[in-house]
Nanobody
Framework: QVQVVESGGGLVQPGGSLRLSCAAS?????????????MGWYRQAPGKQRELVAE??????NYADTVKERFTVSRDNAKNTVYLQMNSLKPEDTAVYYC?????????????????WGQGTQVTVSS
C-alpha cells in the first residue's frame, strides 16, 4: 500500500509564497516493476469540486490555467517526492491541497495503475 504524506501548508498573505512537499512510500512491490507514473496536486475550496492544480506525468508538467506563471511543480524521483512552489498567492488559492500519485505496476506484460491520495494540507491566503 502506498502512503502519501503532504507538508508545507499554512497561512500566508496575498502576494506571498509557500512550498508544499509530498512524499510517497511503499511504492515497490516485491517481484514486480512499479513506478510512480504521475505525481501532482489537486485542491478543493469550500463548496467547490476538487480540481487539478499541477501534475507531472511522463516527464511533462501540466498546470491549471489559474496557476500558470505562478506555481511550479517538480519531483525528485530518487525520493518519490513531488513539490509545489506557489508564488504570488491570491485569496482564491485558499483551499485544501491534496497530493495525488499514480503507481504503475507491470505484471505479466500488462500495466496496472492505482491512484493514491494524501490527507490534504490547508493553504489559506489572507491578510
Amino acid at each position: 500500500q502506498v502512503q502519501v504524506v503532504e507538508s508545507g501548508g499554512g497561512l500566508v498573505q496575498p502576494g506571498g509564497s509557500l512550498r508544499l512537499s509530498c512524499a510517497a512510500s511503499g511504492v515497490s512491490i516485491s517481484g514486480y516493476m512499479s513506478t510512480l507514473s504521475s505525481m501532482g496536486w489537486y485542491r478543493q475550496a469550500p463548496g467547490k469540486q476538487r480540481e487539478l492544480v499541477a501534475e507531472i506525468s511522463g516527464g511533462t508538467a501540466n498546470y491549471a490555467d489559474t496557476v500558470k506563471e505562478r506555481f511550479t511543480v517538480s519531483r525528485d524521483n530518487a525520493k518519490n517526492t513531488v513539490y509545489l512552489q506557489m508564488n504570488s498567492l491570491k485569496p482564491e488559492d485558499t483551499a485544501v491541497y491534496y497530493c495525488h500519485v499514480v503507481r504503475r505496476t507491470v505484471i505479466g506484460g500488462r500495466t496496472y495503475d492505482s491512484d493514491y491520495w494524501g490527507q490534504g494540507t490547508q493553504v489559506t491566503v489572507s491578510s
